[in-house]
């Protein structure tokens, strides 16, 4: 569900939840269940409650405008600051790999390895005093079971702009002729026409 403030829960009824606010706060009563759930408000652990409200609830909340702060904490709420956080603005410190005015093609397929990626950037230009462009681009085979909805709210999340570039690729591996290896293949084609 999208919304720009937590406020915009109020009076909403979800599955077995109804939410109500009161005086700076959230209340979510379970109505079968018979409980509820506080959560101060607070403009700035907006994404921490969020979170909490998924979890608890099942409901996944959108925030249609975050700030760069907000964007910045929700990327390193994910954790590994040490393990990957650390090691990769280094590497790009170290290496000069990204430089003012450059413009950093990302292909995004909504897998774990990509969307950290893309974080890693998104976190180092928000840091960093370098300013660069990150072009987030979605190479789509055009399989009806794959949405790309989910991918372009995530980029729009973190201020970006997903260029989804359709294909034939589902033609291409499972049609008539059909490849012994189609994820090895469909790999390669993808970044060919990245």
Known sequence: MKIERVEDLDNLKYENFIFQIIENELIIKNIVEKYEINF????????????????????????SKLDGREILAYIESKGFNKSIWSLAGKAMGDYNMIEEGDRIAVGVSGGKDSLTLLNILVRVKMITRVNFEIIPIHIHPKQKSIATSEIEDYCK?????????????EDILFGED?????????????RGIL
Do not use: D, H, Q, Y
């Open 178 to 190: 059909k490849m012994k290896n189609p994820c090895f293949m469909c790999g390669r084609m993808r």
């Open 40 to 63: 101060s408000l607070n403009e700035k652990r907006r994404i921490k409650i969020a979170e909490s409200i998924e979890k608890l609830t099942g409901l996944k909340l959108i925030f």
């Open 157 to 169: 999340f973190l201020g970006l702009e997903l260029i989804i570039e359709e294909t034939n690729l």
